[in-house]
């Protein structure tokens, strides 16, 4: 299983970004696939999953309105579409999946066994 996160740089408040994970070693019809971002000096948290086999996603409160997850099947690519960043959305943002887990919701309250090698956003005037 690999994951390859791309997309990321420097943006400035209220734009838009679209980040990037191409995924191999496994097809993009049962595990779940999230994004996950770690701020400086803050934990690591979830920002966005989706269950590739039905496309339920799930998103926490911080990011609802503003992120949405998509998958290309034919690239095996999951898109995270960011719009109005703000500062506090900096971070290196990463891809995670667990073979184990087909559920959006368990892969984004769980720890995921496999990760891609994060991408850096800032938000930054």
């Known amino acids: 299983v690999q994951l390859q996160a791309s997309g990321g740089g420097l943006v400035q408040p209220g734009g838009s970004l679209r980040l990037s994970c191409l995924a191999s070693?496994?097809?993009?019809?049962?595990?779940?696939v999230g994004w996950f971002r770690q701020a400086p000096g803050k934990e690591r948290e979830w920002v966005s999953c989706?269950?590739?086999?039905?496309?339920?996603?799930h998103y926490p409160d911080f990011v609802k309105g503003r992120f949405t997850i998509s998958s290309d099947k034919a690239t095996s690519t999951v898109y995270p579409e960011m719009n109005d960043l703000t500062p506090e959305d900096t971070g290196k943002y990463y891809c995670?999946?667990?073979?184990?887990?087909?559920?959006?919701?368990?892969?984004?309250?769980?720890?995921?066994?496999?990760w891609g090698q994060g991408t850096l956003v800032t938000v930054s005037s």
């Open positions: 995670a999946t667990d073979l184990g887990h087909s559920s959006s919701y368990a892969l984004c309250h769980s720890r995921p066994t496999s």
């Open positions: 070693g496994f097809t993009l019809d049962r595990p779940a």
């Open positions: 989706l269950s590739t086999n039905n496309d339920i996603v």
